[in-house]
């Protein structure tokens, strides 16, 4: 079975096709990093509009890489949702526009959806399991009985950990992305700074970013008022340590909590070098933990593919023509 996965749900146009819901036949990702790096972040405006001058390239490249006629396609996945609108609407628009010429069917695929079923590329998802997804987004612990059957036990209530993590970067004057240069730094240093764990007084499993972020900028502009140096190295390890302290823990004790023994570690952040180390140096062979290779973590199409691919092997159902996007779609 060959899906066409498309995803434009922020700065990434990208389109996949892959095989039974495993072998990646291509993925094409054109990447805006370079053009929203100025800015500090990404320009929804400007992102969309790129998304319209590169779609119809990347969909070629994708199918001269893979090797195969649109006519081959058996189905059609694209991101719906969350994200931004603008963005969202020129991948679906494109891959609706191809499922109506080549009489196709399609499916929309919750772009979180997408971020856990890239670990079915590589590994095999083996159920029940908890689910940590992380992103600039999105910290959630999820609990999963089998294929798309999504049980949110916690999430953020305040910052997801990818943006405290661009925070941070921006109060120490590291480039947008920030997350990859707090990653890279923190391993130059050690943890020195006397930095919270937030592990919340109700004993739930959600989580909070905001008073990390903010004790790290306090302690920054509080050295720069003293003219003090700030050791950056050691800065950003404190942070991580505390940051990845947190998310292990929660998802361990979750996961005890539940008697589950196989984890799935998703979303940008799950590329973070720091937190796969954390979780290896606290598993002790207690649970088969399951991360993707760095290029399904952050926003990919062969991920709406797969994801894709499980959604119809579970419902036999697709949408039609009339499938909208949502900038703030949940995880049904």
Known sequence: MLVLGVESSCDETSVAIVKDGK???SCVINSQIKIHEKFGGVVPEIASRNHVYQVSMVFKQAFIEANVKPEDIDLVAVTKGPGLIGSLLVGLNAAKTFALMYKKPIIGINHLAGHIYANAIEHEMKFPCVALLVSGGNTELIYMKDHFEFEIIGETLDDAVGEAYDKVARVVGLPYPGGPHVDRLAHLGNDTYKLPRVYLEDGSYNFSFSGLKSAVINLHHNAM?????INVNDLCASFQASVTEVLVRKTFKLC???????????GGVSANKGLKERFNLENNNRFNISIPSIKYCTDNAAMIGVAGYYHYLKYKKFDDLELNASASLELE
């Open 23 to 25: 072998e990646v036949l």
């Open 225 to 229: 008022q003293r003219g003090e140096d």
């Open 256 to 266: 005890e909590s539940l008697n589950v023994k196989n984890i799935i570690v998703a």
